[in-house]
């Protein structure tokens, strides 16, 4: 069974964050904001990336490093089980499964993000939404945890604005999506937080304000006592 693991907080030094997956950098910026030391793994250049980053396989490479971060987000890739790859028939592989058993294998608390598509193969997800944290669009991501971390689910706010359909410019008075070939990149970098992102990378982003949130969540619920005490 595994054990609860305490967040190291060594006074001057921040947490370690392995952000899995990792994109042009969404999660990995609410992960700083909430107080970790940020590192990214990803198996194409992410030149964007504003933080430490590692050009690698991220299932070998937290297969072989993993257990030296305090906290682990792994975003495994969403094409597979997203709505647009199925209209376009389009086929990816299935990371989910393989990803979760390379995390079990640290004994780092961490947390798999996905898409809707992919709840069935998710276990027991937290789902975060946009005005949770007052941004003007739905996009709904799901959240497993594990390595004894937990999250507790958010009131999920009513959808009482409309949204514009899907890649097309928002009109006013409605969310955007932001997905497919949309317009309006410096709206969606503004809605989402992402301001040094490009239209690639917001397709799939995750808005920071959501890693913030599970960064805060880590940080008070695995944190030991008092500074200074490491894992």
């Known amino acids: 069974m595994t054990q609860l693991t305490d967040i190291r907080r060594v006074r001057g030094h921040r947490p370690r964050l392995l952000d899995l997956f990792c994109c042009q950098g969404g999660a990995g910026k609410g992960y700083a904001d909430a107080g970790f030391d ?5 198996k194409d250049p992410q030149p964007r990336y504003p933080y430490r980053f590692v050009q690698a396989d991220a299932i070998a490479f937290v297969l072989a490093h993993g257990a030296a971060f305090d906290f682990i987000h792994a975003s495994p890739p969403c094409q597979h089980d997203s ?4 209209i376009q028939n389009n086929a990816h592989p299935d990371l989910i499964a393989p990803t979760r058993t390379a995390l ?12 809707r598509g992919a709840v069935a ?3 027991a997800p937290v789902m975060l939404c946009g005005p949770m944290f007052g941004l003007d669009t739905y996009r709904h991501r799901f959240f497993e945890t594990g390595g004894g971390f937990r999250l507790d689910q958010p009131q999920h706010p009513a959808h009482l604005v409309p949204q514009a359909k899907m890649g097309r410019p928002v009109p006013p008075g409605h969310y955007g999506q932001f997905v497919g070939n949309f317009s309006g990149v410096d709206l969606a970098r503004h809605v989402l937080g992402v301001p040094w992102m490009n239209r690639d990378g917001i397709r799939e982003c995750i808005p920071p304000a959501y890693t913030h949130f599970i960064g805060r969540a880590a940080l008070t619920q695995l944190a030991p006592a008092r500074l200074g005490v490491a894992a």
Do not use: A, S
């Open 38 to 42: 940020v590192t990214g793994v990803d």
């Open 104 to 115: 079990e294998t640290t004994g780092r608390p961490w947390v798999m993000e996905n898409v």
């Open 121 to 123: 193969k998710l276990h």
């Open 83 to 86: 709505d647009c790859q199925r």
